[in-house]
């Protein structure tokens, strides 16, 4: 795995300005046209300055912009599980400061959370990635399905396949969802295991929701990665019923 290549949320931001987790959004740069839009408000009577000042900045927090990543159904989510706060509070505590002052998070524990259908384990998840920016950590962060990564990684032509797997592997942070929910072959686990090992030599902290129950962790992903998940992860159990026939929004 070489050549790294930052995920989303890195490079291609603008660094956090404050510990706070703000940054201002910058005025846009204006073409070439200006001039002669200048010119026709001119011939018009219409001062160009007075339509060309800078609009007021305006402070635009790191759970903002992650919250316009984060699916419409959990832009809002609140994670309340203990377990899953506490993790937060550890990961956030464990950052060491970055370039701009906020604490970036680096190595640190990861978190299996397990349970049936609908009972809020994808919720808890974006919540624990919106407790942390809240918390102005500076945060890098993948999230996708386990079904999603087997397509997105299938080999295609002209797609870097490879490279977009380094990604994920490397993300400071990545959100592993229904991981064993998607049909499997050789290889799938072979791609799954892949991603989790480096995730595991690394300690990368990662968040994995899964509806399978333990012993059928082993027989879905294979021996390797579920001996893999047994130590890197802290096991989070869900139950309750499933809140999607509950509640309707
Ligand atoms: N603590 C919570 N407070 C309010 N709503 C919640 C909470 N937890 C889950 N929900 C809502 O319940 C529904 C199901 O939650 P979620 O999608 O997280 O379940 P899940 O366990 O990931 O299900 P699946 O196994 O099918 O992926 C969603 O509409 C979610 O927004
Ligand atoms: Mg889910």
């Not at 509070?89 to 978190?111: D, N």
């Not at 490879?162 to 991981?179: G, I, K, M, N």
């Amino acid at each position: 795995m070489d050549q790294p290549r930052r995920c989303r949320g890195g490079l291609r931001r603008p660094a956090l300005s404050t510990t706070t987790g703000t940054r201002r959004r910058q005025p846009q740069t204006v073409g070439p046209l200006v001039n002669r839009l200048e010119a026709i408000l001119t011939a018009r009577g219409v001062d160009p300055d007075a339509m060309t000042a800078a609009p007021p900045d305006e402070p635009v927090t790191a759970l903002e912009m992650a919250d316009a990543r984060i699916p419409a159904r959990y832009r809002g989510a609140l994670a309340d599980h203990p377990q899953i706060t506490a993790w937060a509070e550890q990961i956030a505590r464990a950052g060491r400061p970055g370039p701009a002052g906020a604490p970036g998070i680096s190595e640190g524990g990861s978190l299996l959370i397990a349970g049936p259908t609908g009972t809020g384990k994808t919720h808890q998840a974006y919540g624990a990635i919106r407790a942390l920016l809240a918390r102005g950590v500076r945060l890098r962060w993948e999230a996708t399905t386990s079904a999603d990564l087997h397509a997105r990684l299938r080999p295609r032509t002209g797609q870097d396949t490879e490279r977009e797997l380094r990604t994920l592997a490397r993300c400071p942070l990545l959100l592993l969802d229904d991981l064993g929910a998607a049909k499997t072959s050789e290889w799938t686990e072979e791609l799954t295991y892949r991603l989790v090992n480096h995730r595991y030599e690394h300690l990368l902290p990662t968040l994995i929701t899964t509806n399978l129950p333990t012993d059928e962790l082993r027989t879905t992903l294979g021996d390797r990665v579920a001996s893999r998940l047994a130590e890197m992860t802290e096991r989070v159990i869900l139950t309750g019923p499933d809140r999607r026939r509950h509640t309707r929004t």
